[in-house]
């Protein structure tokens, strides 16, 4: 066995994992929207992609320390001149970390192109959202039915009937909605959809009036207004009105960023709106 050869090729595999998992993570919904609806890919949940990524690159580390280390002496002659004279800021060194420093900043700025693929990530993510759906509240997966049944208004004792009458087996009222979902092979958002009843089904898609909902800054305005049944020139009208520049591409953390406002007020403005309605 030839122990260089062993690293180099660590080093090729695990980048070659890595950049798979890098893939899958870039594309996998948000970690609220991946729990509450259980999201699985090739058997593995959102968590254990991430466990995976943090190991792989953690080997991939220890296999780039190594091959460094076997090749110490070609890494220190890409550092001579010409004149074979050790220089460690010449021309290959330099255009290399200019071209990390690029990365670095323009990732920092958001400026393009480095925004526009964090954006498609965001948007891919968002697309996630609406095909799986999102929690009422972050992390709600996570609540015990009798915390969860109090922080939506419902009552318990009829959540618990709503639950059996469906087939749904629970040991008590503190388990979490993860636990009941996983032991009835069910996922946390179909626990949900079981327990809110139908007579709520119309109240919950209303929301707008109560708070905003998760994700909400990331949606355009747009959105906002194609997903709550709102008057999109309605609310530009509003909201110019009230000396606010927005547009109809615009995401609410744009508008609320442009405008020195925040989300919850610029929030606020299109709930009144809907009101007026």
Same mark, same amino acid.
């Given at each position: 066995m030839?122990?260089?050869?062993?690293?180099? %090729?660590? $080093?090729?595999?695990?980048?070659f994992f890595l950049i798979f998992t890098s893939i899958i993570l870039y594309l996998v919904p948000q970690g609220r929207v991946a729990y509450w609806a259980d999201w699985h890919f090739w058997g593995l949940s959102k968590t254990e992609w991430a466990n995976l990524h943090i190991n792989l690159g953690v080997f991939f580390i220890l296999a780039g320390f190594f091959h460094t280390f076997y090749n110490w002496q070609v890494i220190l002659n890409?550092?001579?001149?010409?004149? *074979?004279?050790?220089?460690? !800021?010449? %021309?290959?060194?330099?255009? &290399?970390?200019?071209? #990390?420093? +690029? !990365?670095? $900043?323009? #990732?920092? !700025?958001?400026?393009?192109?480095?925004?526009?693929?964090?954006?498609?990530?965001?948007? +891919?993510k968002e697309q996630g959202a609406l095909k799986y759906g999102e929690p009422p509240y972050g992390h709600a997966e996570l609540s015990s039915l009798k915390i969860f049944s109090k922080r939506m208004?419902?009552?318990?004792? @009829?959540?618990?009937?709503?639950l059996k009458s469906k087939g749904v087996s629970l040991k008590n009222e503190n388990q979490t909605l993860a636990e009941i979902s996983r032991e009835n092979n069910l996922t946390p958002q179909q626990v949900y959809t079981f327990i809110k009843g139908e007579k709520r089904e119309g109240e919950e898609k209303d929301f707008l009036s109560k708070r905003p909902p998760l994700g909400f800054g990331r949606k355009t $305005? @747009?959105? +906002?207004?194609?997903?709550?049944? %709102?008057?999109? *020139?309605?609310i530009l009208q509003?909201?110019? @009105?009230? *000396?606010?520049?927005?547009?109809p591409a615009q995401t609410?953390?744009?508008? &609320? &960023?442009?405008n020195e406002l925040d989300v919850s007020s610029v929030f606020e403005i299109i709930a009144k709106s809907k009101k007026k309605n």
């Open positions: 030839n122990l260089r050869r062993v690293v180099s %090729l660590s $080093l090729l595999i695990s980048l890409y550092l001579k001149d010409k004149k *074979k004279n050790f220089k460690i !800021f010449n %021309l290959n060194f330099n255009v &290399a970390f200019f071209l #990390t420093l +690029i !990365f670095i $900043l323009g #990732t920092y !700025f958001y400026v393009p192109p480095f925004s526009s693929i964090i954006n498609l990530s965001e948007i +891919i208004g419902l009552d318990l004792q @009829e959540s618990i009937n709503l $305005l @747009e959105q +906002i207004c194609e997903q709550n049944n %709102l008057d999109l *020139k309605i509003n909201l110019s @009105e009230l *000396k606010i520049k927005s547009s609410i953390k744009e508008i &609320a &960023a442009e």
